[in-house]
């Protein structure tokens, strides 16, 4: 079992940056895909951003040009950089990993609150 650690949330303006982490338990250049998710009360949980083994990454439209998916390997830890943050970006992110045979991933953080708010 995977465990990930999420953290780098907080209350920012509209307009503004966080970074987000998620630390691994296990080395994360043995997993196919780690991805940042995020859900509004009420929603569905939606795909963010994910980044592969082998270097590909991938962005919700919502999030393109504003948000940076990267992992460093030698410290088993994903970030998710948000820039130019709008109200609706405010919401609950997790951090996930997935199986190359997996369609939905196995492993779950526990959920980092990102606030955007004047």
């Known amino acids: 079992q995977v465990q990930l650690v999420e953290s780098g949330g907080g209350l920012v303006q509209p307009g503004g940056s966080l970074r987000l982490s998620c630390a691994a338990s296990?080395?994360?250049?043995?997993?196919?895909?780690m991805g940042w998710y995020r859900q509004a009360p009420g929603k569905q949980r939606e795909l963010v951003a994910y980044?592969?083994?082998?270097?590909?990454?991938n962005y919700a439209d919502s999030v393109k040009g504003r948000f940076t998916i990267s992992r460093d390997n030698a410290k088993n830890t994903v970030y998710l950089q948000m820039n130019s943050l709008k109200p609706e970006d405010a919401t609950v992110y997790y951090c996930?990993?997935?199986?190359?045979?997996?369609?939905?991933?196995?492993?779950w953080g526990q959920g980092t609150q990102v606030t955007v708010s004047s």
């Open positions: 996930s990993a997935t199986r190359l045979t997996d369609r939905n991933p196995f492993s």
């Open positions: 980044t592969t083994s082998s270097g590909i990454t």
């Open positions: 296990v080395s994360i250049s043995s997993i196919y895909a």
